[in-house]
Nanobody, 121 residues
Framework: VQLVESGGGLVQAGGSLRLSCAASGRTFRSYAMGWFRQAPGKEREFVAAISWNGISTYYQDSVKGRFTISRDNAKNRVYLQMNSLKPEDTAVYYC???????????????WGQGTQVTVSS
C-alpha cells in the first residue's frame, strides 16, 4: 500500500483544514488507518484511527471534539477534518495503514511522506 497525504498548509488559530490520504492498491479496504503527527523536537504521536469499515474511530484526548477521521473505501481515501485548530497542533501529519486499529505507531506497516500543518497564533 502506498500512501500520499495532502491538504496541509498554514492556518490561523481557530481555523480548519481537511487532510486527505490517497492509497494505492486494491487491499486498502482491508486496512485500519491512522493519522499521526510529529512536531519539531518531539516524538511522533497518535492522533486518530479508524477501522477498515469506518464503524470504529479513536482519538487522542487533545483532539477529541475538534478532529474527525473518516474514510471512503470506494475512493481509497482517508480524511482528517481538523477544526478549532490551535498552535500546538502544528506538526507534520502522517497517515498510516495497519492490520489492527491501534494507537501505537509500531502497529502500522505503511506510512505516507507527511504533510505540514502550521497553525499561527
Amino acid at each position: 500500500v502506498q500512501l500520499v497525504e495532502s491538504g496541509g498548509g498554514l492556518v490561523q488559530a481557530g481555523g480548519s483544514l481537511r487532510l486527505s490520504c490517497a492509497a494505492s492498491g486494491r487491499t486498502f479496504r482491508s486496512y485500519a488507518m491512522g493519522w499521526f503527527r510529529q512536531a519539531p523536537g518531539k516524538e511522533r504521536e497518535f492522533v486518530a484511527a479508524i477501522s477498515w469499515n469506518g464503524i470504529s474511530t479513536y482519538y487522542q484526548d487533545s483532539v477529541k471534539g475538534r478532529f474527525t477521521i473518516s474514510r471512503d473505501n470506494a475512493k481509497n481515501r482517508v480524511y482528517l477534518q481538523m477544526n478549532s485548530l490551535k498552535p500546538e497542533d502544528t506538526a507534520v501529519y502522517y497517515c498510516a495503514a495497519s492490520t489492527v486499529v491501534a494507537p501505537d505507531s509500531y502497529e502500522y506497516d505503511y506510512w505516507g511522506q507527511g504533510t505540514q500543518v502550521t497553525v499561527s497564533s
